[in-house]
C-alpha cells in the first residue's frame, strides 16, 4: 500500500516555479532519497509533504485519502508524520524533555513517556544526555536529539531534509548509523532530501533526481547511478565519461558500433543507425594497463595521460585516445605503475558497461 502519493505537485513563488508537476508514489516501509542540488526544490517539496506549505496546484494522498485542502485531515495527519529539519531547533530545557514534548502535548501517559523516550534516546546513542541542557550541545548532538524527538511518537512517515549537511564527517557517520538503525527496523517509511549523492546511495532503495524543481529520474539508487535517461541526471550523479557520437553499423542484434571523432566503440544497444546519442561510461568500468593486455573487454583505446587529480585515496587519471577518457585507480596503483603527465596507457571497457541516451536527452 502507498503511504504517500503527489499527484502533479506544482509551486509557485513570485520569481517562477519551484516545483513542475511532481509526481511520486512512496510504499509503505521505503527509504526514499530526493536527491539534487542546492536550490532544486528540496525543502519546497518537504514542507509540502509535511503539510506545513500548500501547493499551487496537485493532490496529495497520504495513505488512500486525499488530504490536499482539506484542513482538518491536514489536522490528522500532520499527528501521523514527524519532521527533522536541516537546523532543527531545540527548546530551552534539558534533552529528556526536548525528546518528550510530543508526547506531552498528545497527552500520552507519564510512564508510557518515560519508556519512549529511554528507547529512543538510546537508539541515537545519547542514553546518559536526559538532564543535559540542549542549549550546551554540538550540532551533531543536536540532530541526534532531534531524531530522537520525531522517533518517539512512532510516526507513519518520517521526513529528514539534509540531515547531516552541517555536520563534521564524524557526526555526518554517526547519524547515517543511526538512520541504518531505523531502516534495519523497519520502524517507519523515510523520505529524506541531500544533496550527498553516496549517502543517498547508502540509506535509500528508492531515489529520484530533483533539478530545478522537476522529477528528471525516479527508481531504484542501482538504475539511476548505472542508466541515467538524462544527460542532466548523467552529469549530476558523475557519471564521468560522456561521449557525444553517431550510432554506426549493427554487429548483431544488440551489438552497434559507436562513431566519436573518427573513433568506433562497440555498445549494447537498440538505438538505429544514424542516431545521435551520448555514449555515457562509468569510471570505475575503465581499466588501466601500461600494455595492452589480452581482456574479454570489446573496448581498447590508448593514449598520453593529460590529466591526474587526487580525489581523496583514488586518483581520477584522463587519457587523449582521440577523444577524452577519464579512469579512476588508487593512489598505491599510481606509484606501483609509476603513472606521471604523458605516460601512454591503454584503456579498456566493456560493451556492457557503456550506457547509451538519445543526444536529445540535454534536460
Same mark, same amino acid.
Request: net charge neutral; charged share 25%.
Given at each position: 500500500?502507498?503511504?504517500?502519493?503527489?499527484?502533479?505537485?506544482?509551486?509557485?513563488?513570485?520569481?517562477?516555479?519551484?516545483?513542475?508537476?511532481?509526481?511520486?508514489?512512496?510504499?509503505?516501509?521505503?527509504?526514499?532519497?530526493?536527491?539534487?542540488?542546492?536550490?532544486?526544490?528540496?525543502?519546497?517539496?518537504?514542507?509540502?509533504?509535511?503539510?506545513?506549505?500548500?501547493?499551487?496546484?496537485?493532490?496529495?494522498?497520504?495513505?488512500?485519502?486525499?488530504?490536499?485542502?482539506?484542513?482538518?485531515?491536514?489536522?490528522?495527519?500532520?499527528?501521523?508524520?514527524?519532521?527533522?529539519?536541516?537546523?532543527?531547533?531545540?527548546?530551552?530545557?534539558?534533552?529528556?524533555?526536548?525528546?518528550?514534548?510530543?508526547?506531552?502535548?498528545?497527552?500520552?501517559?507519564?510512564?508510557?513517556?518515560?519508556?519512549?523516550?529511554?528507547?529512543?534516546?538510546?537508539?541515537?546513542?545519547?542514553?546518559?544526555?536526559?538532564?543535559?541542557?540542549?542549549?550546551?550541545?554540538?550540532?551533531?548532538?543536536?540532530?541526534?536529539?532531534?531524531?530522537?524527538?520525531?522517533?518517539?511518537?512512532?510516526?507513519?512517515?518520517?521526513?529528514? @531534509? +539534509?540531515?547531516?549537511?552541517?555536520?563534521?564527517? $564524524?557526526? =555526518? !557517520?554517526?547519524?547515517?548509523?543511526? *538512520?541504518?538503525? #531505523?531502516?534495519?527496523?523497519?520502524?517507519?517509511?523515510?523520505?529524506?532530501?541531500?544533496?550527498?549523492?553516496?549517502?543517498?546511495?547508502?540509506?535509500?532503495?528508492?531515489?529520484?533526481?530533483?533539478?530545478?524543481?522537476?522529477?528528471?529520474?525516479?527508481?531504484?539508487?542501482?538504475?539511476?547511478?548505472?542508466?541515467?535517461?538524462?544527460?542532466?541526471?548523467?552529469?549530476?550523479?558523475?557519471?564521468?565519461?560522456?561521449?557525444?557520437?553517431?550510432?554506426?553499423?549493427?554487429?548483431?542484434?544488440?551489438?552497434?558500433?559507436?562513431?566519436?571523432?573518427?573513433?568506433?566503440?562497440?555498445?549494447?544497444?537498440?538505438? @538505429? +543507425?544514424?542516431?545521435?546519442?551520448?555514449?555515457? $561510461?562509468? =569510471? !570505475?568500468?575503465?581499466?588501466?594497463? *601500461?600494455?595492452? #593486455?589480452?581482456?574479454?573487454?570489446?573496448?581498447?583505446?590508448?593514449?598520453?595521460?593529460?590529466?591526474?587529480?587526487?580525489?581523496?585515496?583514488?586518483?581520477?587519471?584522463?587519457?587523449?585516445?582521440?577523444?577524452?577518457?577519464?579512469?579512476?585507480?588508487?593512489?598505491?596503483?599510481?606509484?606501483?605503475?609509476?603513472?606521471?603527465?604523458?605516460?601512454?596507457?591503454?584503456?579498456?571497457?566493456?560493451?556492457?558497461?557503456?550506457?547509451?541516451?538519445?543526444?536529445?536527452?540535454?534536460?
Amino acid at each position: 500500500m502507498a503511504t504517500l502519493e503527489l499527484i502533479d505537485i506544482t509551486q509557485e513563488f513570485k520569481d517562477g516555479y519551484s516545483l513542475r508537476a511532481v509526481n511520486l508514489t512512496i510504499d509503505q516501509g521505503d527509504v526514499f532519497a530526493l536527491i539534487g542540488p542546492t536550490g532544486a526544490g528540496k525543502t519546497t517539496l518537504i514542507r509540502i509533504i509535511d503539510l506545513l506549505d500548500w501547493p499551487a496546484s496537485g493532490r496529495i494522498i497520504f495513505a488512500g485519502r486525499d488530504v490536499t485542502r482539506s484542513k482538518r485531515e491536514r489536522l490528522k495527519v500532520r499527528r501521523r508524520i514527524s519532521y527533522v529539519q536541516q537546523r532543527p531547533t531545540l527548546f530551552s530545557m534539558n534533552v529528556y524533555d526536548n525528546v518528550a514534548v510530543g508526547l506531552k502535548w498528545r497527552r500520552v501517559p507519564r510512564s508510557m513517556i518515560r519508556t519512549r523516550v529511554e528507547h529512543a534516546l538510546e537508539l541515537v546513542g545519547l542514553a546518559d544526555y536526559q538532564k543535559r541542557d540542549a542549549r550546551t550541545l554540538s550540532g551533531g548532538e543536536t540532530q541526534r536529539v532531534a531524531i530522537a524527538r520525531a522517533l518517539v511518537t512512532e510516526p507513519e512517515l518520517l521526513l529528514l @531534509d +539534509e540531515p547531516t549537511a552541517n555536520l563534521d564527517p $564524524v557526526s =555526518t !557517520e554517526r547519524i547515517e548509523v543511526i *538512520l541504518e538503525n #531505523i531502516i534495519q527496523a523497519k520502524q517507519t517509511t523515510m523520505v529524506m532530501s541531500t544533496h550527498d549523492r553516496s549517502q543517498g546511495q547508502r540509506l535509500a532503495n528508492k531515489m529520484g533526481i530533483l533539478i530545478d524543481g522537476e522529477i528528471l529520474q525516479f527508481g531504484t539508487p542501482a538504475e539511476i547511478f548505472r542508466s541515467p535517461i538524462r544527460k542532466r541526471v548523467a552529469d549530476f550523479v558523475g557519471v564521468g565519461n560522456m561521449l557525444d557520437g553517431i550510432v554506426g553499423e549493427r554487429i548483431d542484434e544488440s551489438l552497434v558500433t559507436i562513431q566519436i571523432n573518427g573513433n568506433a566503440l562497440q555498445a549494447i544497444s537498440d538505438f @538505429d +543507425e544514424g542516431e545521435k546519442v551520448w555514449t555515457l $561510461v562509468r =569510471t !570505475e568500468d575503465v581499466t588501466f594497463s *601500461l600494455s595492452e #593486455i589480452s581482456t574479454s573487454a570489446r573496448n581498447t583505446f590508448n593514449g598520453p595521460i593529460t590529466r591526474m587529480t587526487p580525489v581523496g585515496t583514488l586518483v581520477r587519471i584522463e587519457i587523449d585516445c582521440g577523444f577524452p577518457l577519464v579512469g579512476v585507480v588508487t593512489a598505491k596503483t599510481v606509484s606501483e605503475m609509476g603513472l606521471e603527465i604523458g605516460i601512454r596507457l591503454f584503456a579498456s571497457f566493456k560493451a556492457t558497461a557503456i550506457h547509451v541516451i538519445h543526444r536529445y536527452s540535454q534536460t
